[in-house]
């Protein structure tokens, strides 16, 4: 009984192994440019134990895909509990949490396969809209789900660009010091708009106007 627990943990242990390396295999060289022999050298197992747990490239990366959101789900219900830094950098943390894994996203996102990775990720935003909007003193101007699609989709910039930020920021985001510098930059741009309630008002009257003259196209 005691041998059969043993091989199980091992079981457990390739598998995991494979999905790690298939998540910087695919991240580092395309879905399609990847290998399962790569994949498994990565891993350091044979290909014959890859084919065994997962059966196939396809189903090997839908892993990769559920391990992602799984993680997602776990981050986002971590920061809902807690919603204030206590000694740990949030920003640092989701980071740190999904730094291994950003080439993998970024391809995932370019090559218009991360459909659930991102929706959940949309979801965790309106869920936080949500508790937000209840002080909001003045209306949306559009739903929950498009502010949400779209703060997204402005969140993904900063992980999928990691190289380019951290130049322009002049130090590594994956660094205390990376981390501790974007946190900052992330709260003065979101408790200091650039408009204010007056130029938001006036800019959507005329958006509106633009929209209500542009021609509507006929089928």
Same mark, same amino acid.
């Given at each position: 009984?005691?041998?059969?627990?043993?091989?199980?943990?091992?079981?457990?242990?390739?598998?995991?192994?494979?999905?790690?390396?298939?998540?910087?295999?695919?991240?580092?060289?395309?879905?399609?440019?990847?290998?399962?022999?790569?994949?498994?050298?990565?891993?350091?197992?044979?290909?014959?134990?890859?084919?065994?747990?997962?059966?196939?490239?396809?189903?090997?990366?839908?892993?990769?895909?559920?391990?992602?959101?799984?993680?997602?789900?776990?981050?986002?219900?971590?920061?809902?509990?807690?919603?204030?830094?206590?000694?740990?950098?949030?920003? +640092?943390?989701? !980071?740190? =949490?999904?730094?291994?894994?950003?080439?993998?996203?970024?391809?995932? $996102?370019?090559?218009?396969? @991360? /459909?659930?990775?991102?929706?959940?990720?949309?979801?965790?935003?309106?869920?936080?809209?949500?508790?937000?909007?209840?002080?909001?003193?003045?209306?949306?101007?559009?739903?929950?789900?498009?502010?949400?699609?779209?703060?997204?989709?402005?969140?993904?910039?900063?992980?999928?660009?990691?190289?380019?930020?951290?130049?322009?920021?002049?130090?590594?985001?994956?660094?205390?010091? +990376?981390?501790? !510098?974007? =946190?900052?930059?992330?709260?003065?741009?979101?408790?200091?708009?650039? $408009?204010?309630?007056?130029? @938001? /008002?006036?800019?959507?009257?005329?958006?509106?106007?633009?929209?209500?003259?542009?021609?509507?196209?006929?089928?």
């Amino acid at each position: 009984m005691m041998a059969r627990i043993e091989a199980d943990l091992e079981d457990l242990t390739a598998r995991a192994r494979i999905r790690d390396a298939a998540l910087r295999q695919i991240g580092e060289h395309g879905f399609e440019r990847a290998t399962i022999r790569g994949i498994a050298d990565a891993a350091g197992v044979s290909s014959g134990l890859v084919r065994h747990h997962f059966g196939s490239k396809q189903a090997l990366r839908e892993a990769c895909d559920d391990y992602l959101l799984k993680e997602m789900r776990r981050l986002g219900d971590e920061t809902r509990a807690d919603s204030t830094p206590a000694d740990v950098n949030p920003v +640092g943390s989701a !980071l740190a =949490a999904f730094g291994p894994y950003q080439r993998y996203l970024a391809r995932a $996102l370019a090559e218009g396969w @991360a /459909a659930p990775l991102f929706d959940e990720m949309v979801q965790v935003y309106e869920e936080w809209l949500a508790e937000v909007d209840k002080s909001r003193p003045d209306p949306p101007y559009a739903s929950r789900k498009a502010r949400a699609t779209v703060a997204t989709a402005m969140s993904l910039v900063v992980p999928v660009l990691y190289q380019h930020v951290s130049r322009g920021l002049g130090v590594d985001l994956a660094t205390p010091e +990376g981390a501790h !510098l974007l =946190a900052l930059v992330l709260l003065d741009i979101h408790s200091h708009p650039v $408009l204010t309630p007056e130029m @938001a /008002a006036s800019l959507r009257e005329a958006l509106e106007k633009i929209h209500d003259k542009t021609p509507q196209p006929r089928f």
